[in-house]
């Protein structure tokens, strides 16, 4: 990340803005995030998209559902993926494990883990390196918990589907107290079935579930969203916390920003099925480029300032047609007819920062100041 990171609000670092490819990940092991370190660009790739696209199949035509998606995950790093319903989050982290149900199909791209391609193992090497390599804790995980299987089971389970039959009860049990430890939950619960936890604590034994493998990389698909808020809130610091001990990365989905800020290095904002802007989290908050991220930055509620919200109803298009050019533009205050004409492509306005508008290319750089004097002004 840039030491010349730009802290102005809605304003871009002087001389910035390029359309160089973004630097690939090197070998160094340093932890994320590679604050100060000029342009983190020598952190370790662990998990690499590139060029995703998936469809749902249906009678009236194929619901675009992620649409030429590219992002790379650092090792030690948090990403969050933010965006609201219906914009592909889950069916991204279904691509990326491999898990996409028909009607639904990956129609082209690229997932690679720690150099290995995804999308060319075969099934059992797959089912291996579910758990292993790559873990979900899906939407609604806790409510999928086998009711009538015992906590111990459910991740005997899990660990022996991979490594076989234990021999050594003993050893087996101290490393799912191990487990419990980990993720803050107490040994007594080992003998329990689920209807006896609190659903904080039943999202304890899912994450507990998705790390007894120690994976390169963990998916959590809104996993505290069905949670009360402060129970999400510490189910949330668990997680990260678990990340930091066992050491592997996650990708963090879901739609609360105040969460999401408190827990991630980095945010992806989607929006109906395409990336529109990638950014560490304080640039996301203090000077979001995108039009839609300043949508969802305005509608974080304030106590202290009341405002009335900007945010407009859904994904205004039909998701099997979607606008030329710009995806955003009929929702978009800024748009004019080059956003209708020509997608944007991803512009990296710092190291780790890209947006995919037009605003930010150097030759409209008069539309992007009157844009930003428009919301200075608001
Ligand atoms: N089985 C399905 N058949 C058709 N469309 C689907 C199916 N599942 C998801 N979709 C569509 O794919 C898009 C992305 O959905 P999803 O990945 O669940 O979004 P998110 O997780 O962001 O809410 C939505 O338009 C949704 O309606
Ligand atoms: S490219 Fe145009 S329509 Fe799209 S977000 Fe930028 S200004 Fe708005
Ligand atoms: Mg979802």
């Known amino acids: 990340m840039s030491e010349q990171r730009n802290t102005h609000p809605k304003s871009l670092p002087e001389g910035s803005v390029s359309t160089r490819p973004h630097k690939e990940g090197g070998t160094s092991t340093r932890p994320f995030p590679p604050r100060g370190l000029g342009d983190g660009g020598g952190d370790r790739v662990v998990l690499k998209v590139d060029n995703l696209r998936i469809h749902y199949a249906t009678p009236q035509g194929d619901v675009i559902a992620v649409s030429d998606i590219s992002f790379n995950l650092y090792e030690g790093e948090t990403l969050g993926l933010v965006g609201e319903s219906g914009c592909g989050k889950s069916t991204t982290a279904y691509g990326i494990l491999q898990l996409v149900q028909p009607p639904g199909y990956i ?6 883990v720690d150099g290995t391609e995804v999308l060319n193992l075969e099934e059992e090497e797959l089912r291996k390196f ?3 390599g790559l873990s979900l804790i899906p939407q609604g995980a806790m409510n999928s918990l086998n009711p009538t299987m015992r906590v111990k089971d459910q991740i005997i389970d ?3 589907s991979h490594e076989g039959k234990q021999k050594d009860k003993d050893a087996l049990r101290e490393r799912i107290f191990e487990l419990f430890q980990n993720v803050g939950l107490p040994n007594r619960i080992y003998n329990m079935y689920p209807h006896e936890l609190s659903g904080g604590m039943k999202q304890r034994v899912c994450i507990a579930m998705g790390v007894a493998l120690h994976p390169t990389v963990v998916i959590a698909d809104e996993a505290t969203s069905a949670l009360d808020v402060v129970v999400q809130r510490i189910v949330a610091q668990t997680l990260v916390k678990v990340k930091d001990e066992i050491g592997v990365s996650l990708i963090v989905i879901g739609h609360d920003m105040g969460l999401l800020a408190q827990i991630v290095d980095r945010i992806a904002v ?7 802007e990638i950014a560490p989290v304080e640039n996301v908050y203090a000077n979001p ?3 839609y991220t300043q949508l969802l930055i305005d509608s974080i509620p304030s106590i202290k300032e009341r405002k009335p919200l900007k945010i407009t109803e859904g994904i205004t298009h039909d998701p ?5 050019g710009c995806i955003f533009r009929l929702r978009c205050p800024f748009a004019w007819e080059h956003c209708a004409e020509v997608e944007p492509p991803p512009i990296y306005v710092e190291d780790l920062h890209e947006v995919a508008c037009h605003l930010y290319d150097e030759q409209f750089e008069e539309r992007r100041t009157n844009a930003h004097a428009l919301i200075a002004n608001s």
């Open 270 to 276: 989607m929006y109906a099925g395409k990336m529109v």
């Open 289 to 291: 480029l995108h039009p």
């Open 130 to 132: 579910r758990w292993t």
């Open 158 to 160: 899990v660990i022996e």
């Open 107 to 112: 129609v082209h791209g690229s997932i690679q």
């Open 320 to 324: 099997r047609n979607p606008p030329s």
